[in-house]
């Protein structure tokens, strides 16, 4: 129990989802919301809906059971995050959240295998790609609005977690090099489209 709500993983109606690609900042705009008294849930629905980047995609992970066409939402809000942020930030995430991406993003069965060892240009890589078809998959959705996480109040304490990879801001510099030119242009454009310099 969150928020002093129970959450649930039960499918049908809900007011509303926020939904981002992974380490967009769904924890925080879910722990702001409650705040304000509106009771979603992060990751699992509360009765006023779900904050999660899981709730995009379909399949299992970690024990729960998500399809989003067996879910509707009166409303669907597009949480991004800077992509240099994103992508660095999500190169420590857990082998599953990997899995899962892959496996709901149309064509990445050529990403046949992902494991803990892949080498942090490996994730880069990975990670860039998935940035840009996450997104677009939500925009998909027809979100009603979208919304940047560093317009949002800032949290006290809160690092930079672009520090993940090399113990140094991943750079736009950085990304060309790892992704090539052609990739890292392509998540630039979407950036600026988010409103990104």
Same mark, same amino acid.
């Given at each position: 129990?969150?928020?002093?709500? =129970?959450?649930?993983?039960?499918?049908?109606?809900?007011?509303?989802?926020?939904? !981002?690609?992974?380490?967009?900042? @769904?924890?925080?705009?879910?722990?702001?919301?409650?705040?304000?008294?509106?009771? $979603?849930?992060?990751?699992?629905?509360?009765?006023?809906?779900?904050?999660?980047?899981?709730? $995009?995609? %379909?399949?299992?992970?970690?024990?729960?059971? #998500?399809?989003? %066409?067996?879910? @509707?939402?009166?409303?669907? $809000?597009?949480?991004?995050?800077? =992509?240099?942020?994103?992508?660095?930030?999500?190169?420590?995430?857990?082998?599953?959240?990997?899995?899962?991406?892959?496996?709901?993003?149309?064509?990445?069965?050529? #990403? !046949?295998?992902?494991?803990?060892?892949?080498?942090?240009? !490996?994730?880069?890589?990975?990670?860039?790609?998935?940035?840009?078809?996450?997104?677009?998959?939500?925009?998909?959705?027809?979100? #009603?609005?979208?919304?940047?996480?560093?317009?949002?109040?800032?949290?006290?304490?809160?690092?930079?977690?672009?520090?993940?990879?090399?113990?140094?801001?991943?750079?736009?510099?950085?990304?060309?090099?790892?992704?090539?030119?052609?990739?890292?242009?392509? $998540?630039? %454009?979407?950036?600026?489209?988010?409103?990104?310099?």
């Amino acid at each position: 129990m969150r928020g002093n709500f =129970p959450l649930r993983e039960v499918d049908g109606a809900y007011p509303l989802l926020v939904a !981002a690609h992974p380490r967009s900042g @769904t924890h925080y705009v879910a722990s702001l919301l409650q705040a304000g008294g509106l009771r $979603v849930g992060h990751e699992a629905y509360g009765p006023g809906g779900v904050v999660s980047w899981l709730h $995009v995609g %379909k399949g299992e992970i970690a024990g729960r059971l #998500v399809d989003p %066409k067996r879910t @509707t939402y009166d409303e669907i $809000v597009h949480l991004v995050r800077h =992509p240099l942020n994103v992508i660095s930030s999500s190169t420590t995430m857990l082998r599953v959240s990997f899995e899962f991406l892959r496996d709901n993003l149309p064509g990445w069965d050529h #990403v !046949a295998k992902v494991t803990e060892d892949m080498s942090g240009e !490996a994730k880069v890589r990975f990670l860039a790609r998935s940035w840009i078809e996450w997104n677009r998959k939500i925009e998909n959705m027809c979100p #009603v609005r979208r919304i940047r996480v560093e317009d949002l109040p800032s949290r006290e304490g809160h690092r930079d977690s672009r520090r993940a990879l090399y113990g140094q801001p991943l750079r736009w510099e950085d990304l060309s090099n790892i992704c090539g030119s052609d990739v890292a242009l392509e $998540v630039a %454009k979407l950036a600026w489209e988010y409103g990104y310099a």
